[in-house]
């Protein structure tokens, strides 16, 4: 039975993961937020990058909080925060429309307050329409985005998962064949980053269970064997070692 098309649009929605911004001028105070970022401190890296201001200083301080909302925040601060990091991806693009990473961190926002406000609500705004448009803006901007194609393979790997080949290629244009060649180019760029094959390996297990079975542990089994370079690796690598375990526990 296929799933009501809301429902479908919202399953489609996960978690972006973004490149590491690269220094702009006020290099002191935006090595501040990362260096709070890499710590863990993530509320501290946003306000501290929102106050820097600028095109890069938004989309660190809206990836900062997205992170913060959805690992350290109570429940009833997560709707408030992602909606607060999706203005402050907002004004990233605006102060600089052709900042690739700002229209990715602008996907990854919209994307968790998807999830926050709930499926029909997410549908009724659109929310899955404006993730693949800032995804695939990002990658016109920037081709090499190994994030970006992580999160067009988790686009399009969330819709055939959810509504079958047909009915995605027919209502929203997804494609497996599109996902898997998104999760490969990311592959091809970063192998050695963490996010890039747990990332692969769940959009995966998305994608079909049983057929990419093996391919996602080998991939799981990667990203664990990545040694985590800061507090957000950290966290993926928590979220891989149980991924693993949850996928051996099914059997096969």
């Keep these: 039975m296929i799933r009501d098309k809301p429902v479908i649009r919202f399953a489609l929605l996960s978690c972006l993961v973004a490149a590491p911004l690269a220094a702009p001028a006020g290099a002191q105070s935006i090595d501040a937020a990362r260096t709070a970022y890499a710590e863990g401190r993530f509320a501290d890296a946003s306000r501290i990058a929102e106050r820097l201001g600028g095109s890069e200083g938004y989309a660190l301080a809206a990836r900062a909080l997205v992170v913060h909302a959805r690992h350290v925040a109570g429940d009833g601060e997560k709707e408030e925060s ?3 990091a999706v203005g402050l991806a907002r004004k990233a693009v605006g102060a600089d429309p052709r900042n690739a990473n700002a229209h990715l961190q602008l996907a990854r926002a919209i994307g968790r307050l998807a999830q926050a406000v709930g499926a029909f609500e997410a549908a009724n705004r659109g929310y899955a329409e404006k993730v693949r448009e800032s995804t695939e803006t990002a990658l016109r901007l920037d081709p090499r985005l190994a994030a970006a194609y992580l999160s067009l ?3 399009h ?6 509504a079958g080949s047909f009915v995605a290629r027919l209502t929203f244009g997804a494609r497996e064949r599109d996902a898997l060649a998104a999760f490969e180019r990311a592959f091809e760029l970063a192998p050695d ?6 990332q692969y390996a769940l959009g995966l297990l998305a994608l079909d269970e049983d057929e990419y079975r093996e391919k996602a542990r080998a991939l799981l089994k990667r990203a664990i064997d990545i040694p985590a370079r800061d507090a957000y690796d950290r966290l993926l690598h928590e979220r891989a070692v ?4 949850a996928l051996d526990a099914s059997g096969g």
């Design 82 to 84: 992602f909606e607060r």
């Design 153 to 155: 393979g988790r686009w």
């Design 157 to 162: 790997a969330g819709i055939v998962g959810a």
């Design 193 to 198: 980053r963490k996010a890039v094959p747990l």
């Design 242 to 245: 149980d991924r693993l375990k």
